[in-house]
């Protein structure tokens, strides 16, 4: 057992979700005698992933700080694999661990491949088959699958994916998602919660819809119509009520907040630390959305999501009935949301359909894996 002691593992991310859903693994490996680890964080997001750290108490050893306001992919994956090279030739580490889809997790995989330094892929084999939708999230996922000698899948179908690229099963292990991990985690922290931003919100007397929108391929005309819908809907009916923590990104922020700025019922909020996030989750009757990660959180609450995306890298929870993916066409969308303000068995329905994404022991199963082929 003393060789397992000394083998090091790197924790390499930048995003807030990617901080969330590595926070239950970081403790995981910190707990075994038979690793040491470090934490390097690109800060790929800043603000947002430092509310996340301070929330789960990690503590970073290298912060790259590599934000800078309105980067494009070029520079940022640049700058990104150049400083790497810094934990990579300090630390000398035995394993690479990165998560999901982000150009941090790419090009983290790429300057380990180019060290010499085995990868771990958490959340790995989703997939779209369409390298424009998620972009660039689609084209990092491919990229960092070729590249990973680990692969953490958190669905039978996430492994199907990989098994028909020619991965090797014996490099995969279905784990189920740790964001649900981190998720229970959290609810049990924030039980005695009332957030701030909730003075004024009616929860006790309307439906609460939240609403998040953050996706490059929904900038322009497809945030555009979506918050068309919200304006008609919410002028149209007064027992709802809209709930948008408005994303940083000028390319949602001015779109959304020329369209629905105003309306009585419809409340824009700045984006909300994660227990904040969270208890408004719980809160809600149910949501709309672009984003990956609550299509996974939202039904362990037993909250449908209404998917604004033509595409999805989780079909498994279109295919167990808690999601509905219906792009950002206008009709079809209105239709949708107005289905479940009204259709009280559909809303049953969606609501308690059993969630594909796990049991809150990934973290673990993703330790064992590593600790038996490291």
């Known amino acids: 057992m003393e060789d397992f002691k000394s083998k090091k593992i790197l924790f390499i991310f930048g995003t807030r979700p990617e901080a969330i859903k590595m926070a239950p693994v970081i403790k995981a490996f910190q707990k075994e005698s038979y690793f040491e680890t470090r934490i390097c964080i690109t800060a790929q997001h800043r603000e947002m992933l430092d509310q996340v ?3 789960f108490e990690i503590q970073p050893d290298y912060d790259l700080d590599l934000m800078q306001k309105n980067q494009d992919l070029t520079t940022l994956t640049s700058r990104a694999l150049v400083a790497l090279k810094v934990p990579f030739e300090d630390y000398n580490p035995d394993l690479v661990l990165v998560h999901g889809d982000t150009t941090t997790t790419m090009t983290a995989s790429l300057a380990a491949f180019y060290a010499g330094i085995k990868v771990g892929h958490v959340e790995a084999g989703l997939r779209t088959f369409n390298l424009q939708s998620p972009f660039p999230e689609e084209l990092n996922r491919q990229f960092t699958s070729k590249i990973a000698d680990f692969h953490f899948a958190p669905t039978q179908q996430a492994q199907a994916n990989l098994v028909a690229e020619n991965i090797s099963e014996e490099k995969i292990v279905i784990t189920g998602n740790t964001v649900i991990d981190a998720l229970q985690e959290t609810v049990v922290k924030i039980k005695k919660l009332k957030p701030s931003f909730a ?3 009616p929860f006790d007397s309307k439906k ?3 609403v998040t929108g953050h996706r490059r391929e929904n900038f322009g005309d497809g945030m555009q119509r979506v918050c068309n819908v919200l304006k008609e809907i919410a002028l149209a009916r007064e027992e709802v009520h809209f709930v948008y923590p408005v994303h940083l990104n000028p390319n949602v922020q001015t779109v959304v907040e020329k369209t629905l700025g105003g309306v009585s019922n419809i409340s824009l909020i700045a984006p909300l630390e994660y227990p904040d996030f969270v208890w408004l989750l719980n809160e809600s009757y149910f949501i709309i959305t672009d984003s990956g990660g609550v299509q996974e959180e939202a039904p362990s609450l037993g909250k449908p999501v209404i998917v604004t995306r033509d595409t999805t890298e989780r079909p498994e929870a279109v295919n167990a009935g ?10 079809q969308l209105k239709t949708e949301v107005l289905d479940l303000i009204d259709n009280v068995e559909a809303y049953k329905i969606m609501s308690s359909a059993h969630n594909p994404y796990g049991d809150g022991k990934a973290a673990q ?10």
């Open 53 to 55: 750290l301070y929330f």
């Open 199 to 201: 003075a004024g919100i």
């Open 208 to 210: 609460i819809i939240l």
């Open 322 to 331: 808690t999601v509905k993916l219906v792009g950002t066409n206008t009709e």
């Open 365 to 374: 199963r993703i330790v064992n894996f590593v600790k038996d082929r490291l």
